[in-house]
């Protein structure tokens, strides 16, 4: 599925899921894209959805529809195109496309990974898994598999984007450690462990400015993660969601 990203001088407005045959663009009330500005027609463009593909087509507008900065009457739409309809852009994005731009983005790779706070942060999450052990019945504590079951048993969990262009986004948490945010900015990790999974803050511009679950701080602590909890983690908010 593609989408539609409005955007006025570079400020996302909204977003647009093409789920239908058929939209239309203008200043009107009717349309499926209203933009309420004077240089907009009141039908100004009409997107046609076929199959995988979708073409643009201008309604005679008064002042044009452009792509990629050329005046169009038709055209194919691609990944990436910039629709520019009065003073607003429309961004044509494929849902794989944006998918693997939300990962460059926001998935921090191991090769950019910060080492040292990396490990200063997994030891936390140690320390919060053990403390957590310690509670555990005795007959747990008595077999040595028992870590690696409950390893096992732990239900997969998944992040959905909740705010931003990249809105709706997931990202299932397959690995032991995955790295979000952007460096010099937030940093935190997610670690999956026998118990659960755990959210720790890695590093950050301030020295105050800890990643946020449901609203409240985490601190430097790991804190354990829970189905339907809100995480905002560089400007970001997202939902995080077990099977």
């Given amino acids: 599925m593609a989408r539609l990203i409005l955007s006025l001088d570079g400020h996302t407005m909204a977003e647009y899921n093409m789920n239908k045959e058929r939209y239309t663009i203008g200043r009107l009330p009717d349309n499926d894209i209203r933009i309420d500005n004077p240089a907009v027609s009141g039908h100004h463009s009409l997107i046609i959805n076929i199959l995988n593909d979708s073409f643009l087509e201008d309604l005679n507008s008064t002042n044009g529809t452009y792509v ?23 961004r044509f994005v494929e849902d794989d496309e944006q998918q693997d731009e939300f990962q460059k983005t926001m ?33 747990d504590a008595r077999k040595p598999a028992a870590l690696a079951d409950a390893q096992l048993a732990v239900k997969p969990a998944k992040l959905q984007v909740l705010t931003g262009q990249f809105a709706g986004r ?74």
């Fill in 107 to 139: 998935v921090i790779q191991p090769s950019a990974r910060p080492v040292e706070s990396i490990r200063r942060a997994e030891a936390r999450v140690d320390s919060a898994t053990v403390r957590g052990a310690s509670k555990a019945p005795v007959a």
């Fill in 68 to 90: 990629n900065g050329k005046l169009i009457k038709k055209h194919a739409l691609q990944h990436g195109d910039i629709i520019t309809v009065g003073h607003h852009q429309l």
């Fill in 170 to 243: 997931e990202l299932d948490l397959v690995k032991a450690l995955t790295t979000l945010g952007r460096p010099g900015s937030q940093v935190a990790a997610i670690t999956r462990r026998a118990d659960g999974f755990y959210l720790v803050h890695v590093e950050s511009a301030r020295d105050d400015d800890f990643p946020q679950v449901n609203g409240a701080s985490i601190g430097s602590q790991a804190r354990r993660l829970h189905d339907n909890d809100v995480i905002q983690l560089a400007g970001v908010k997202m939902g995080f969601f077990q099977a």
